[in-house]
């Protein structure tokens, strides 16, 4: 049974690969910035399932070969990979809009607090249960060496914690506000003279103690915690 199922998932691997280097050479033949059409329009191009295709775009932004945008006239767009904005001892390297993630950045840090504040007068046992799954995930993005993985498993902890607030409002607004850093970011990369591996384990560390704290309603670490979360991203434009 293992083996068939392992078997479908490397098909569907291939044909996700197969999609995304016929995109990759629409990139090669366009501008920067330049529209490549719509997911739906390229998808029944290359002919495969919409699973299959959001799997090719995976690959194909973690290439940083193209971005997506949505709403109207968006679609799928050839990446334009100059700017960057800091984020603690690294940096990420985005498709575009660079001020508007540094400025996404810097109100999702404001937020946070509100988020913590909520979180320790709701989190259920069962929400901690969660959160705890999510360090786990950023544990492994961290063994594996994988930057990248490392910060989605971080966005995912993050829009975990603002799940358990009651404020649908404050939740909306900060789960756009990951969205927007999220689609854009290309890559992780060190900031400073401190291995980027060292970085990412001060950070996983930090939040294993910050949903500690939320366990233990340990108000004055958690706030503690979440400042030291923020200021580390003073001078958040590189």
């Not at 366009?30 to 495969?48: H, N, Q």
């Not at 940096?91 to 575009?96: N, Q």
């Not at 360090?135 to 358990?164: C, G, Q, Y």
């Not at 384990?201 to 309603?217: P, T």
Request: with cysteine; net charge negative.
């Amino acid at each position: 049974m293992s083996t068939a199922r392992d078997a479908a998932r490397t098909k569907a691997t291939s044909r996700a690969e197969q999609a995304a280097q016929h995109i990759a050479q629409l990139t090669e033949a366009a501008r920067p910035g330049a529209r490549l059409g719509t997911k739906e329009s390229l998808r029944t191009r290359c002919a495969v399932s919409v699973g299959t295709f959001n799997e090719s775009l995976r690959l194909l932004q973690s290439r940083g070969l193209v971005t997506v945008r949505p709403g109207p006239g968006g679609g799928i767009f050839v990446a334009e990979q100059s700017p960057m904005v800091r984020l603690g001892n690294s940096v990420l390297a985005l498709d575009a809009q660079e001020t508007d993630v540094a400025d996404a950045v810097r109100i999702r840090d404001a937020l946070d607090p509100l988020l913590i504040e909520d979180a320790l007068w709701h989190a259920s046992p069962a929400d901690i249960a969660d959160l705890r799954e999510r360090i786990e995930d950023m544990a492994a993005a961290a063994t594996a060496s994988d930057p990248v993985a490392f910060v989605h498993a971080n966005w995912k902890l993050h829009a975990r914690i603002a799940a358990i607030s009651p404020n649908s409002l404050l939740r909306s607004l900060y789960d756009n506000l990951l969205d927007l850093i999220e689609t854009h970011t290309l890559d992780v990369l060190p900031a400073s003279d401190q291995p980027l591996a060292d970085y990412i384990a001060e950070r996983h560390q930090l939040h294993r103690d910050l949903v500690d704290a939320l366990d233990a309603r340990d108000r004055e670490t958690a706030l503690r915690l979440i400042h030291e979360h923020n200021t580390s991203l003073a001078d958040p434009q590189r």
